[in-house]
């Protein structure tokens, strides 16, 4: 019962993280309470604290996904954030078909997946220089300078070699 509880602590906390766009840190905790899904399935003895606990796992492994997936696209990587989702529908309905019934049927975390993967779908993949800009951004916003520096120089060679081409 006692890990039930904080298990629901860092629920709440990845939920409001993940409202903020924190998504590193909604991989974090999505992450160890997946963990503690695990431990709770492989030691537990009450097939009611494992079925309470295991019937949140669909929508972990959605948010872990979904938040996976957020981070590969503001790096331009399109096709990657739609294997990720994929393959988390793919892993939610294995859960589900192995439960042998302890779990409810994932039918929200799937088809709130298959939305997400629809929308990334119709979503042009930004330009070079959009996605340079991107990274520049999360460089700067990670204090990570030196990175910065490289994406800004990238930048300006993108901008010289098209002004030249222009010519």
């Given amino acids: 019962m006692e ?22 840190l909604v991989i974090r905790d ?3 309470n997946l963990s503690l899904c695990d431990f709770i399935g492989e030691f537990a003895n009450d097939d ?3 079925s309470n606990l295991l019937n949140l796992k ?5 948010m872990y996904a979904h938040s996976e997936a ?3 696209l503001q790096i331009g990587k399109k096709e990657e954030a739609i294997e990720v989702l994929t393959d988390c529908l ?16 994932p039918i929200n975390e799937k088809r709130a997946l298959e939305k997400i993967i629809r929308e990334i779908h119709l979503t042009p993949s930004p330009s070079r220089e959009e996605n340079l800009k991107i990274q520049l951004a999360l460089a700067v916003e990670k204090e990570d300078y ?5 994406y800004r ?11 030249a081409s222009d010519s």
Avoid at 3 to 24: F, V
Avoid at 146 to 150: D, I, L
Avoid at 153 to 163: A, E, I
């Fill in 48 to 50: 009611a604290d494992i």
């Fill in 58 to 62: 669909p929508q972990m492994l959605m």
């Fill in 90 to 105: 793919e892993e939610i309905q294995e859960l589900f078909d192995e439960s042998d019934g302890i779990i409810d049927e």
């Fill in 146 to 150: 030196e990175q910065a520096a490289v």
């Fill in 30 to 32: 999505t992450s160890r």
């Fill in 3 to 24: 890990l039930q509880q904080e298990a629901l602590q860092y629920y709440h906390r990845y939920i409001c993280l993940y409202e903020l766009n924190e998504y590193d």
């Fill in 70 to 72: 957020m981070i590969l």
């Fill in 153 to 163: 120089d990238l930048l300006k060679d993108l901008h010289s070699n098209t002004s």
